[in-house]
């Protein structure tokens, strides 16, 4: 079984501009959670969608957002681009039922 | 909020000894916790978990304890390896809702 893809792996941006990240779940799970991970923060929880529908959304600004289309792939959407939303930026997908996710290696986001 | 704290960055140990990584959390309502490793240019991988409900699971070399009157939890590996050095993350979960996560404890075994 495959596992969590996310394109593109690597991504420079400068301020001000809008970003979409993308992440194919494994086959089969229907909630996907996107993270924003910096050093020293951990991974904050930004956003989980199941069945296209956003089931929680943690504590960002508007300029995040997400959407989840009928095959269960999700994309990540960041407008007006800061220096600090340099992160790395993980997809997880998992069974509803279950609570253990599975991880994608996640999209480098730069912002010059 | 740092619901989930893990308070150290980084761990050394010597190879074949206990390794010992601490998490605390603040939210009363979480019952399900998790451990995931993470190596780099690589996401986060799921380790070991424990429901509320118990006080310890043990996974081979892995065993996580919890300790609800004190709202932490520890992950003990024995005996440690060098494949062990990663980031390992502490996660918990209250209802099946969204996970939160520590800040991560870089662990570094040395031969």
């Known amino acids: 079984k495959a596992g969590v893809t996310q394109t593109p792996r690597y991504l420079i941006k400068t301020r001000g501009q809008q970003v979409t990240l993308s992440c194919s779940p494994i086959?089969?799970?229907?909630?996907v959670s996107w993270y924003q991970q910096t050093p020293g923060q951990g991974l904050q929880f930004l956003f989980e969608?199941?069945?296209?529908?956003?089931?929680n959304k943690g504590n960002f600004p508007g300029r995040f957002s997400g959407r989840q289309f009928s095959n269960s792939r999700s994309e990540m959407n960041v407008s007006t681009l800061e220096l600090g939303d340099s992160a790395l930026y993980l997809c997880?997908?998992?069974?509803?039922?279950?609570?253990?996710?599975?991880f994608g290696p996640g999209t480098r986001l730069t912002v010059t | 909020d740092q619901q989930v704290k893990q308070n150290s960055p980084s761990l050394s140990v010597q190879e074949g000894r206990i390794s010992i990584l601490n998490c605390d959390y603040t939210?009363?309502?979480?019952?399900?916790f998790l451990w995931y490793k993470k190596y780099p240019a690589e996401g986060p991988t799921f380790l070991i978990s424990?429901?509320?409900?118990?006080d310890k699971n043990e996974d081979g070399r892995f065993t996580v304890f919890l300790n609800k009157s004190a709202k932490h939890l520890s992950l003990h590996i024995v005996p440690s390896q060098p494949g062990d050095s990663a980031v390992y993350f502490c996660?918990?979960?209250?209802?099946?809702?969204?996970?939160?996560f520590g800040a991560g404890t870089r662990l570094t075994v040395k031969p």
């Open positions: 996660a918990a979960s209250a209802n099946n809702n969204d996970m939160r």
């Open positions: 969608y199941f069945s296209e529908t956003q089931r």
């Open positions: 086959s089969g799970h229907r909630s």
């Open positions: 939210n009363s309502m979480f019952d399900y």
């Open positions: 424990i429901s509320s409900i118990k």
């Open positions: 997880a997908s998992r069974l509803a039922a279950n609570y253990e996710q599975y």
